[in-house]
């Protein structure tokens, strides 16, 4: 059952240095008051996964937190390249990493299997990719039944899942509204998960069909307002798209970066 945590207090007691940890969101509720919290705390060799990485883990990867990323796109969208992901890759600085790459699909579906609590998910795909000659992680089966050849991918069962949504109840039910990615599946897949929200209500008010997370599913609930700018809340506030326009010439110097990093994160405090 969900308990209201602060965010510093729920990412010290369930990240730990070494886990294998999702920050999901897609276009909007992307948890940067969480991923900020855990810069702040100094956690390291963390595997990350996420279907797109963005600003997020670019920073994350900039503070040295990162290991290893399990992904199917990287970049700031609308606008290039993440720096100081390629600088750790190509250069190692502030260490080398890791990458295991799949494609959507293939993400999708572990997400989908990980959350069924099943150990791998099967799909049609990678026919004629490159990507299994440098993905080990990508095998090829024969169904039982049609005889088909199918793609088989482990399924995605992360330490903890960090996901940002605009409100919760006081019961520890929380409400996704907008476009929705895999928070959903991200946060039943995971051993632990810490959902951070714009506010707690008596009552989440949901019309039928709406995305609910149980809070039978979530280990920790954290208010964290404007929690997921400079992405944006759907019914809360709007993307910075400026700000994803400059992280382009702050992130492409190591200088730049961590003066920003020292000015925004380590120095600004967490939420409480």
């Not at 793609?151 to 919760?168: C, E, F, G, M, N």
Request: hydrophobic share 45%; aromatic share 8%.
């Amino acid at each position: 059952m969900a308990e209201l945590l602060s965010l510093h207090d729920a990412v010290a007691r369930y990240v730990e240095d070494g886990a294998t940890v999702c920050m999901e969101g897609f276009t909007h509720l992307i948890p940067f008051a969480a991923g900020h919290e855990v810069i702040r705390q100094g956690k390291r060799e963390l595997t990350l996964i996420r279907m797109t990485p963005d600003l997020v883990y670019d920073q994350l990867i900039g503070a040295g937190c990162v290991s290893k990323l399990i992904f199917s796109w990287g970049g700031n969208p609308g606008v290039g390249s993440l720096h100081r992901l390629r600088d750790a890759v190509e250069k190692g600085w502030p260490q080398r990493i890791e990458l295991l790459e799949h494609s959507h699909a293939a993400m999708a579906c572990a997400f989908e299997a990980g959350a069924a609590g099943l150990p791998l998910a099967v799909l049609r795909g990678y026919v004629g990719s490159d990507l299994p000659k440098v993905n080990d992680q990508i095998k090829f089966i024969d169904c039982p039944f049609t005889g088909e050849r199918l793609a088989a991918v482990p399924s995605i069962r992360p330490d903890v899942s960090l996901v940002h949504a605009q409100k919760a109840d006081r019961k520890g039910n929380v409400l996704v509204e907008g476009i929705v990615g895999v928070q959903k599946e991200a946060v039943l897949a995971a051993r632990h998960s810490i959902v951070t929200v714009e506010e707690i209500v008596d009552d989440l008010d949901v019309e039928p069909n709406a995305c609910v997370i149980p809070g039978w599913a979530i280990s920790a609930i954290a208010v964290a307002e404007k929690g997921a700018y400079p992405s944006y809340a759907h019914g809360y506030y709007d993307r910075d798209n400026r700000f994803y326009k400059a992280w382009d010439a702050i992130a492409r110097d190591r200088d730049a970066f961590t003066a920003w990093l020292d000015d925004n994160v380590h120095n600004a405090g967490g939420q409480s």
